[in-house]
């Protein structure tokens, strides 16, 4: 649909204007500093930071009821910047130029109800939002629009120039990271930093595929993120790991978007997010609040962090209920197939903190949650999720295993409704998919394949076939024929085929 064809009251209020005053805002000290320097931590105290709009407060004087408008007939319209994660502009980043927004393709997933069969199985309705269907696979590409719409705002204002975009990575950040730099060359060059072995074949091929440089550094995720700190504070680089704060805005657009699916009505609604560097879980929050002050959703619905009981420090931290005794103690992790949460010291800590405190108490109870789950949990769910239409990653299934064990809990009740994010494709962790198939699991995992889940190829070459075809080396006449009824006949019998 064409603007001139929306109605009059609207038309003013639909293509976004550059506005607003954005500051970075530390968590520890408070103090506030101006975004035309890229900051990742503050240079008084150095604490994480947050970005705020200093006039938050204009966006209030538009109701709820007309937000609601603004962003159903941007829908209808076919401008690039306003397809992804700008259609939320004026929450995500005011003063970045509609010109200036980097689009791929991000946001905005399907979501996708779970059959009968799961909603049996759980005793619960819930949905899949297939963040898989993101351009580089994962959710990690909202946040990533976000960070490099602003790097091209300060290329094309002049702030800076020849920008290297750098992050240590579980995989998926690099991914997004490398794919988006890779939009902006030759302006935007792009290095990732991986745990040597810790990130899947299909994930080390993306960076590469992109053109990034790509480096493999021994450890965990935890030891490259300190290298890339080294890095960012000795040299000019653009840090592209969540710490940097427009990661997390433009990561807010996944609420943003389960609002605007649900047609802004989200009572009873639960949102399970898995938790490795907390970034998401950070967005997630935040997101809902912003909505929420504006007044464009009238209920902020439930949250429920979940964790692997390998990489579980989240979790740990919320099993104190007395908030002053609550200390954050970094853990050691174990392997998981949650492998993008594989984080014992996520760099978003202070910001959860934060914002679980503030979601609490705008919601007048408790509304986020916290919940571990076993690697079995995780496979077996993941894999059943799938055998059930859905794309789920290990993470989706890590989350689905949690959903099911907070009803176990009483957390979740069996009117509520969930929303689960399947934060990757598949395929991207298909190899974990194949360990539980051939039963090749370390044992570290504990993790026992369920022969009912478990599926492999059945190769075909029945014994008294003698000849079968070859690339290059086709098989003719009666040789074809005997081929193709004795292949025939053997999967018939295996599937166990009635005769028409
Ligand atoms: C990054 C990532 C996570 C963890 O998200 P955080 O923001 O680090 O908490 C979960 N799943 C997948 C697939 C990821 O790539
Ligand atoms: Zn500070």
Redesign the pocket.
């Known amino acids: 649909m064409k603007l001139n064809n929306f109605p009059e009251e609207i038309k003013p209020y639909i293509i976004p204007k550059a506005k607003g005053e954005m500051i970075y805002r530390c968590l520890g000290c408070d103090r506030e500093f101006g975004i035309k320097k890229l900051l990742y931590t503050c240079p008084d105290c150095g604490q994480v930071l947050l970005i705020y709009d200093k006039n938050i407060n204009l966006l209030k004087e538009i109701s709820g009821e007309t937000w609601r408008s603004i962003f159903d007939y941007r829908k209808m319209l076919t401008i690039p910047a306003l397809k992804g994660i700008y259609r939320y502009h004026e929450f995500i980043g005011p003063v970045i130029p509609m010109d200036d927004v980097v689009y791929l393709g991000e946001g905005h997933t399907p979501v996708i109800k779970a059959n009968t069969f799961l909603q049996e199985k759980t005793g619960l309705e819930f949905y899949f939002k297939n963040d898989g269907q993101n351009p580089s696979a994962?959710?990690?590409d909202r946040g990533m629009a976000s960070a490099f719409s602003y790097i091209n705002f300060l290329v094309k204002k002049g702030f800076i120039s020849d920008v290297l975009a750098l992050c240590a990575s579980?995989?998926?950040?690099s991914a997004a990271a490398a794919l988006y730099a890779g939009y902006m060359n030759p302006n935007v060059k792009s290095a990732v930093l991986l745990p040597h072995k810790k990130v899947t074949p299909q994930q080390l091929s993306q960076p590469l595929g992109s053109g990034a440089s790509v480096f493999e550094v021994p450890g965990v995720f935890d030891d490259c993120m300190k290298v890339v700190e080294v890095l960012s504070e000795k040299y000019n680089v653009a840090l592209l790991n969540?710490k940097n704060a427009w990661r997390i805005l433009g990561q807010e657009s996944y609420s943003y978007e389960i609002a605007q699916d649900f047609e802004y009505d989200l009572k009873k609604k639960v949102i399970v997010?898995?938790?490795?560097?907390?970034?998401?879980?950070?967005a997630v929050m935040s997101g809902f609040l912003k909505f929420f002050e504006a007044g464009i959703i009238n209920t902020l619905p439930k949250i429920l962090g979940v964790q692997s009981v390998h990489a579980n420090p989240v979790y740990r931290y919320y099993l104190e209920p007395d908030v002053k005794k609550r200390k954050f103690i970094p853990m050691t992790v174990k392997l998981s197939v949650?492998q993008?949460?594989m984080?014992g010291n996520?760099v978003?800590m202070p910001r959860v903190i934060h914002l679980v405190d503030l979601y609490n108490r705008m919601s007048g109870k408790q509304n986020v949650f916290f919940i571990e789950v076993t690697e079995q949990a995780i496979m077996d769910w993941e894999l059943l999720a799938n055998r059930n239409g859905h794309i789920a990653?290990t993470?989706g299934g890590e989350s689905l295993a949690g959903l099911v064990e907070a009803k176990k809990k009483g957390v979740i009740k069996s009117d509520d409704s969930a929303v689960i994010d399947s934060?990757?494709h598949a395929l991207?962790f298909s190899s974990f998919q194949q360990m539980y198939f051939e039963k090749r699991f370390p044992p570290e995992f504990k993790i026992k394949p369920d022969p009912k889940l478990v599926n492999l190829p059945v190769f075909i070459h029945p014994k008294d076939v003698k000849k079968v075809p070859a690339p290059g080396k086709p098989l003719t006449g009666d040789d074809f024929d005997m081929f193709v009824n004795r292949v025939s006949d053997e999967i018939a019998t295996i599937l166990d085929l009635k005769k028409v």
């Open positions: 994962s959710f990690k579980t995989g998926d950040t969540s997010v898995p938790i490795g560097n907390a970034g998401n879980i950070t949650a993008a949460a984080i996520p978003s990653c993470h934060t990757a991207k």
